[in-house]
T-cell receptor, first 113, second 117 residues
Framework: AQSVTQLDSHVSVSEGTPVLLRCNYS??????LFWYVQHPNKGLQLLLK??????LVKGINGFEAEFKKSETSFHLTKPSAHMSDAAEYFC???????????FGTGTRLQVFP | GAGVSQSPRYKVAKRGQDVALRCDPI?????LFWYQQALGQGPEFLTY????????KSGLPSDRFFAERPEGSVSTLKIQRTQQEDSAVYLC???????????????FGPGTRLTVL
């Protein structure tokens, strides 16, 4: 069975400082991993995805994530936070057989001016 | 519209009532998924269609939940005899291809927020 664990339920940063949202995964197969963002009262938006190509994945809005098999991690980073980055972030793994998405519990990112 | 749409956006039901939630996927998308997102939680898978075929309904929490996609486009999620624990946001997503392995990006609708009193 596949699963993801988001290590922080809340992360707070100041605007202009780096962002790190941590995610560990468990999978019997080479996983397909995603980060989605959910702004209040808006739908889920795909930030980036890893599907066994390059281990460093670049996404939208300056976000990137690095797949580390040895650490079973897929942490999301951004060099400089912006106020508009405040949202809920979900680390997600795709089921190998059916493509259904298995979500983590989410990390709420707060950005202070 | 280019995205996935869902209606109604908000639904309030009295306990015991039946509700029907609609999803309009992106035109031409083969796969359609329903997820349930309880307050403060991540979305959880309910069911999956490839065209009109329901290939996986393992996430439906009880036999009060029923989903259909009769013509391979619009889908309806029906909940019979609603209970308070059914209160959640119901999300629909579609993807272009019916491939496994995570190749198909899922595009999400805005969700329907169901409140059962």
């Amino acid at each position: 069975a596949q699963s993801v664990t988001q290590l922080d339920s809340h992360v707070s940063v100041s605007e202009g400082t780096p962002v790190l949202l941590r995610c560990n995964y468990s999978s019997s197969y080479s996983p397909s991993l995603f980060w989605y963002v959910q702004h209040p009262n808006k739908g889920l938006q795909l930030l980036l995805k890893y599907t066994s190509a390059a281990t460093l994945v670049k996404g939208i809005n300056g976000f990137e994530a690095e797949f580390k098999k040895s650490e079973t991690s897929f942490h999301l980073t951004k060099p400089s936070a912006h106020m508009s980055d405040a949202a809920e972030y979900f680390c997600v793994v795709s089921d190998y057989n059916t493509d259904k998405l298995i979500f983590g519990t989410g990390t709420r990112l707060q950005v202070f001016p | 519209g280019a995205g996935v749409s869902q209606s109604p956006r908000y639904k309030v039901a009295k306990r015991g009532q039946d509700v029907a939630l609609r999803c309009d996927p992106i035109s031409g998308h083969v796969s359609l998924f329903w997820y349930q997102q309880a307050l403060g939680q991540g979305p959880e898978f309910l069911t999956y269609f490839q065209n009109e075929a329901q290939l996986d309904k393992s996430g439906l929490p009880s036999d009060r939940f029923f989903a259909e996609r009769p013509e391979g486009s619009v889908s309806t999620l029906k909940i019979q005899r609603t209970q308070q624990e059914d209160s959640a946001v119901y999300l629909c997503a579609s993807s272009l291809l019916g491939l496994a392995g995570g190749w198909g990006e899922q595009f999400f609708g805005p969700g329907t927020r169901l409140t059962v009193l």
